[in-house]
Nanobody
Framework: QVQLQESGPGLVKPSQTLSLTCTVSGGSITTNYYYWSWIRQPPGKGLEWIGSIAYSGSTYYSPSLKSRTSISRDTSKNQFTLQLSSVTPEDTAVYYC???????????????WGQGTQVTVSS
């Protein structure tokens, strides 16, 4: 059973960088052919794909967030990390990490999700 757990600050000030880590257990983030993704849901809105890191280490980002997003991984810890820079209150959301075989916003393809973590951007 694969388990994912998000961790990081729940409050970030505007213009700062949001940083979250997803710790994976029960499976390796280097296993062919999975993509490990960050997804968010702002209050009252639907899910939004932020980006993914592949089993190979390649990264893929939403065009709307690409200029502010970086996803990296630490294979020794079986973790992957999201950094979102220059945040504004519009980045307030529940942030999820999840696994899929096809990166992007085809939600039916995601088979394991973290429980989600609330991040609020406020001064």
């Amino acid at each position: 059973q694969v388990q994912l757990q998000e961790s990081g600050p729940g409050l970030v000030k505007p213009s700062q960088t949001l940083s979250l880590t997803c710790t994976v257990s029960g499976g390796s983030i280097t296993t062919n052919y999975y993509y490990w993704s960050w997804i968010r849901q702002p209050p009252g809105k639907g899910l939004e794909w932020i980006g993914s890191i592949a089993y190979s280490g390649s990264t893929y980002y939403s065009p709307s967030l690409k200029s502010r997003t970086s996803i990296s991984r630490d294979t020794s810890k079986n973790q992957f990390t999201l950094q979102l820079s220059s945040v504004t209150p519009e980045d307030t959301a529940v942030y999820y990490c999840a696994r899929t075989r096809l990166y992007g916003s085809s939600w039916s393809g995601y088979d394991y999700w973290g429980q989600g973590t609330q991040v609020t951007v406020s001064s």
